[in-house]
């Protein structure tokens, strides 16, 4: 079990950031996220495997200028 924005997910051996994000409903939106503590970016989302009972945050995309 990892917890996903304060809500637990279920987890399973190989799992990686990319495989959460797409069993989201608004997965695309996120282009950086917290790893019980570690920063990952996007571009690293498929290599970056989840450990389980990762406390995890999502940190979505905002516009601005």
Do not use: C
Request: aromatic share 10%; hydrophobic share 50%.
């Amino acid at each position: 079990m990892i917890m996903v924005n304060d809500e637990a997910v279920p987890w399973h051996a190989g799992m990686t950031l990319a495989d959460l994000i797409r069993s989201l409903p608004d997965g695309d939106q996120y282009a950086v996220v917290k790893v019980s503590g570690r920063y990952v970016s996007k571009p690293d989302f498929a290599a970056f495997r989840v450990p389980d009972q990762a406390k995890i945050y999502l940190i979505p995309m905002v516009a601005g200028g």
